[in-house]
């Protein structure tokens, strides 16, 4: 059963991501205008994050690897790198708690495997230089665990570190453990046994267990195979429908069947329990998935039976043209807002059965979600691939067959441009309800790149969905992601993506039913500080965001800022690692903002660097108010955060570019060239004409320039022609002005090259 999807993420990473990963300003209380009262904050205080890392990479203890992204709204988007082609992820998700775990490492899941090895808070506020850092705990001699760097050890304790490299010997080691012990119905032995217990660096190597303050009992959940006889090495979870706080540590709500039972102790109360039965050989994998939606505990040794046989409805998809699985995922919500839930996620060469109901529980919603992406078979003419999502009728699990027809899909053509040719470029798909998007996660599909491919979507205003992309994704680099989008039945769009010449962009919206995840606005002006966030090697696709200084990977990055109010320097710095909030004087004024932004890369050497200079007026403006799809930011009040609305968008101006006839490489061929430049503003940044723009070109990184013919074409777009020799890269100087006194000066140095 291995390889693939998450399907639930944190929202307790939040806080930790505003801050260093994100999409969003995180500003303090005082920052903001709250309840009519106008309160402002001092230089430094507010953050201003979309210029800092847009990806935390991090690593599971059996290699398996993890980007983890603040998305639009404060919702979390992870894409999931597996270490091994047999792999797959079960999402734990209750209360307060949600967990991303190797399937492999599930049976062993407190009991010698620290819950906080899973955690993605805990992980990120831990990991640093792609080391996990771990404790291990042992009696007797110090166990040899494989793929672990000792640092220290002593008096039955060790300190260690894994990478990615030496993470994966811990994961084969892990999953040839896990084969064998549920061939005999028992983890106990092998890699953790003898007292063994691994912990991720500073959590608890044990966790004491809170002392109920209510009666416990007993419960019996008695379990039988397909052949009924009774189960052994199979895994329930079971959670409390009527409180989760009443029963929801990780130790208490998941148990291994042995010789046909599971037991806990549990309060008085309803409850519910999902019951994994998985086979495994050496050509193909089944899993089976049983619910019980709803059972009573009332007296003192209750009991309950789960059957193998009731998952008869095999989870099937029929697709227009041919495809094998790459992902396919079964959750279930059990709870508001999906406070109590469990997903599963299982991929190629496995073969799924879920138990279908029909009564819907008296206690707490259920809702049920499958979802799926299919990709075009090896030989195939074309590259293909279909993102299906199917809610399931509220309060049931039904029948797991599902058909998509050419009238229910949207068919998206998707260009991948990259200068250096590569196998190891990658993309995840993001999408479903607003309910289910709360928490999402998706696996790194590999894709060659520069290639075309055409992305088939689940159509309908209910679903929303968002890609990723990447030029690296080994090293999970050149991250490249869109806004969210709803598609018709039968619609077709076509998108270029690192479509050359790269440069900052704003972020943007389509609004609509996306609106239910706020974006933040690129230059919002809150009382009297203004907010700064424009991501740099951005391409020219609306809705789409570059990596920003923090994608590159192993690429070395430099950038700076500058803003001048009236024509003296008020702020200035690194703008790596986010820009702050910046304190403006509260009369009317002109600003200037330089963002310049430098990366040296073997793998990247076109549009190497940029720098872009705006002006415009500002005026302090208490009354204005953002649309719904938008948000100035997001205030910490009373340890929540909350989206903050009241700010006025600067008007800063924006350029767009397509090159002619220029390859998927970038190049074009010498003599000859055209560029169609479009200048407007960023989103809610005022409509002024467009009164003009200037262009020169350098074919030697800016040491000499030369003029180019710009032609007006009419509605702020203009054709910039000039000739350019063989072999040369092509450095853009475009400047653009508006009739309100705003202004933008781009300079992208190598933005193209040109053939030999």
């Known amino acids: ?407 229910s899909l949207a ?27 709360q928490l999402e996660g998706a696996p790194i599909i590999p894709i060659r790149m520069p290639s075309v491919q055409t992305q088939y979507f689940q159509a309908g205003r209910h679903l929303l969905w968002t890609l990723w992309t990447m030029t690296g994704a080994d090293h999970q680099t050149g991250l490249d992601t869109d806004i969210y989008r709803w598609f018709s039945g039968g619609q077709a769009q076509a998108q270029n993506w690192n479509a050359f010449p790269l440069h900052p962009a704003a972020f943007t919206t389509l609004g609509g039913p996306s609106a239910a995840f706020p974006v933040q606005t690129s230059a919002p002006r809150i009382g009297n500080v203004l907010l700064l966030g424009l991501t740099p090697w951005s391409d020219n696709q609306f809705g789409h965001t570059g990596p920003g200084f923090g994608g590159n990977g192993p690429a070395l990055v430099a950038g700076t800022y500058q803003v001048d109010q009236n024509g003296r320097r008020i702020a200035s710095g690194s703008a790596v690692h986010g820009i702050p909030g910046i304190r403006l004087s509260p009369a009317p004024s002109v600003l200037k903002f330089t963002l310049t932004a430098s990366r040296y890369s073997g793998f990247n050497p076109l549009s190497s660097g940029s720098s872009t200079t705006w002006t415009w007026h500002t005026v302090r403006d208490t009354r204005a108010r953002v649309p719904r799809a938008w948000a100035c930011g997001l205030a910490l009040v009373h340890n929540t955060y909350r989206i903050v609305r009241q700010c006025a968008v600067q008007h800063l101006m924006t350029l767009s570019y397509q090159v002619q006839d220029m390859s998927m490489t970038g190049q074009t061929r010498p003599g000859p060239q055209a560029v169609e430049v479009t200048a407007g503003h960023i989103q809610l940044g005022g409509a002024a004409k467009v009164t003009g723009a200037t262009a020169r070109v350098s074919f030697n990184d800016g040491d000499s320039w030369y003029p180019a013919r710009v032609t007006a074409q009419g509605g702020g777009r203009f054709r910039v022609t000039y000739s350019a020799p063989a072999g040369a890269d092509v450095t853009l100087r475009v400047s653009a002005s508006d009739a309100a006194g705003g202004s933008i000066g781009e300079t992208i140095v190598r933005g193209y090259g040109v053939s030999r």
Do not use: C
């Open 411 to 437: 068919a998206v053509t998707e260009r991948y441009y990259r200068d250096m040719p590569t196998r190891d470029g990658g993309w995840v798909a993001f999408g479903g309800t607003v309910a289910q998007l």
């Open 1 to 407: 059963m291995r390889q693939l999807s998450v399907k639930t993420l944190l929202a307790a990473l939040l806080a930790a991501s505003v801050a260093a990963a994100g999409a969003w300003a995180a500003l303090p209380a005082r920052a903001v205008a709250t309840g009519g009262a106008r309160v402002a904050a001092p230089p430094g205080t507010v953050r201003s994050s979309p210029l800092a890392s847009p990806v935390r990479r991090l690593l599971l203890i059996n290699g398996d690897q993890l980007m983890v992204r603040a998305g639009p709204g404060g919702r979390l988007e992870v894409g999931v790198r597996h270490a091994a082609a047999r792999d797959a992820l079960t999402a734990l998700r209750f209360g307060g708690q949600a967990l991303e775990i190797p399937t492999d490492a599930l049976p062993y899941l407190g009991r010698g495997l620290s819950p906080s090895l899973f955690s993605l808070p805990a992980l990120q506020k831990a990991e640093s230089g792609g080391r996990l850092p771990v404790q291990v705990a042992y009696s007797g001699t110090r166990p040899a665990i494989p793929g672990l760097t000792i640092t220290r050890s002593g008096s039955g304790r060790a300190d260690g570190y894994l990478t990615a490299a030496s993470a994966r010997a811990f994961g084969a080691a892990l999953a040839r453990q896990f084969a064998a012990g549920h061939a005999r119905g028992s983890y106990g032995a092998g890699l953790l046994g003898r007292g063994v217990s691994i912990t991720l660096a500073g959590s608890p190597l044990v966790t004491p267990a809170a002392r109920p303050s209510y009666r416990l009992h007993t419960l019996t959940v008695r379990a039988t195979n397909l052949r009924g006889q009774p189960d052994s090495g199979d895994i329930v979870f079971l959670t409390n429908a009527d409180d989760f706080h009443r029963f929801n540590g990780v130790q208490e709500t998941l148990s291994v069947f042995y010789k046909g039972d599971a037991r806990f102790s549990v309060p008085a109360g309803h409850y519910w329990a999902l019951a994994t039965f998985e086979t495994q050989t050496r050509r193909s994998d089944a899993l089976r998935m049983v619910v019980l939606p709803q059972f009573t505990v009332a007296g003192r040794h209750p009991t309950v039976q789960v059957s193998e046989r009731s998952a008869t409805s095999k989870v099937t998809f029929a697709t227009p043209r041919p495809t094998v699985n790459l992902a396919e995922t079964f959750q279930v919500d059990r709870g508001p807002n999906g406070t109590n839930s469990y997903a599963q996620s299982w991929v190629a060469g496995t073969t799924v059965w879920v138990s279908p109901t029909t009564r819907k529980p008296s206690v707490g919603p259920l809702q049920a979600y499958t979802s799926a992406v299919l990709g075009s078979p090896a030989k195939a003419a074309a590259s293909y691939a279909y993102n299906l999502d199917y809610p399931g009728p509220t309060g049931i699990i039904p029948t797991q067959q599902f058909t998509a027809s050419r009238a």
